[in-house]
């Protein structure tokens, strides 16, 4: 799969599980708490985003190259995430469970997504 079609499929993800949250769920937060469900949300669509691309980037290179932009790229993403968490409820207020829950909750669900993209044989070019 390519990476924009990956990108579709995870904010598509998002767009629909967050429309059938809003009525049920969502709408009874405070505007924060719904603020921060949805940059949970993108920040979750961000990390898994960058982690499909490095993946895809490496996966033609040698193993050493792999390693490394899959190792050091979650590193990066990690330091990246912590402080977009870390800002989201020191700088601009928001409330942390909400932020957490919903971050984590995508976070989980991408994984699995990607592993099962990942891992799937892919056709060999013809030659």
């Not at 599980?17 to 708490?33: H, I, K, N, Y």
Request: glycine fraction near 8%; charge should be positive.
């Amino acid at each position: 799969m390519t990476l924009s079609r990956y990108a579709l499929l995870v904010v598509a993800v998002v767009l629909g599980s967050l429309a059938v949250a809003w009525p049920l769920v969502l709408r009874g937060l405070r505007p924060e708490g719904r603020r921060a469900v949805v940059l949970g949300a993108v920040l979750a669509v961000a990390n898994t985003v960058a982690a499909y691309a490095l993946v895809r980037w490496s996966e033609a290179r040698p193993a050493t190259s792999f390693v490394a932009a899959v190792l050091g790229g979650m590193v990066g993403r990690m330091g990246l995430m912590l402080g977009a968490v870390l800002a989201a409820v020191l700088l601009l207020d928001l409330p942390q469970v909400p932020l957490v829950v919903s971050l984590l909750s995508y976070f989980s669900l991408f994984l699995v997504i990607e592993l099962r993209l990942v891992s799937r044989p892919r056709p060999e070019p013809a030659r």
